[in-house]
């Protein structure tokens, strides 16, 4: 939050301003790894993400309760490319092409140079590497593209592997939401996790 004096807003003599860059999101790059390309979510996943969001263990990790139809998965995805204030990628195999999961910068926020967090890979793809990469992927182009200072996100404490592939990529817990997940009769923490632009780039 901005300090006042006297009713006037002032920014931390820290804060750069309105340093960040929204056309960088238009179009939507594609940001490629030494094994993965993200490209633009959209209405060609259809199938892929139906199955990712069906998976029990996929709903489990990421606390999904909300069951999707497929008229209404497609919807949500063929309006993914019009987004403002977001961007959602596709986790695409470098050498074959294949659909390997979701990303998404989401809540961004110019005034505060902030965004959150999310992905989900689909149940073969995990735990190759896959998902440390396009999450580098994506801070990389937050931080030295856009000009955000922070991403957050939020995971399950139980999420030991998501914990792990986060704070290889700079992320550091800050806080606990107690008893934010009930899931089949028992509640689970979420920590609060985030990486700073300056923090970032010293890693
Ligand atoms: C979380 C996720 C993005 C991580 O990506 P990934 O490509 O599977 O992870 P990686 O293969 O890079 O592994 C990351 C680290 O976790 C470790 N790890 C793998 N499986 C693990 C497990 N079951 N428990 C603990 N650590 C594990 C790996 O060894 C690696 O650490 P290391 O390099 O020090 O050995 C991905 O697994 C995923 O999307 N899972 C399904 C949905 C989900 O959990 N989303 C996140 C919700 S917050």
Redesign the pocket.
């Known amino acids: 939050m901005a300090s006042t004096v006297y009713g006037v807003a002032r920014r931390p003599a820290s804060c750069s301003g309105c340093g960040v860059n929204l056309d960088a999101f238009r179009p939507q790059p594609e940001l490629t790894g030494p094994n993965v390309i993200l490209r633009q979510l959209d209405g060609s996943h259809l199938d892929d993400v139906l199955k990712t969001v069906r998976d029990p263990e996929?709903r489990r990790?990421?606390g999904t309760h909300a069951r999707f139809t497929e008229p209404l998965l497609a919807r949500w995805l063929e309006s993914r490319p019009e987004q403002d204030g977001r961007a959602d990628w596709a986790v695409t195999h470098r050498e074959d092409g294949r659909f390997l999961?979701d990303l998404a910068l989401n809540d961004i926020d110019a005034d505060n140079e902030s965004a959150a967090f999310?992905?989900?890979?689909a149940p073969g793809a995990?735990?190759?590497?896959?998902?440390?990469e396009a999450?580098r992927l994506v801070l990389e182009f937050a931080f030295e593209t856009v000009g955000l200072h922070r991403v957050s996100?939020?995971?399950?404490d139980f999420?030991?592997?998501?914990r792990?592939?986060y704070e290889?990529c700079g992320f550091v817990a800050e806080g606990v939401l107690r008893d934010a997940l009930c899931w089949e009769g028992k509640r689970h923490h979420a920590v609060v996790m985030s990486v700073l632009a300056p923090q970032w780039r010293l890693r």
């Open positions: 996929v990790l990421t999961g999310r992905i989900a890979l995990v735990g190759r590497g896959y998902g440390t999450t996100l939020e995971v399950y999420n030991s592997r998501a792990r592939a290889k």
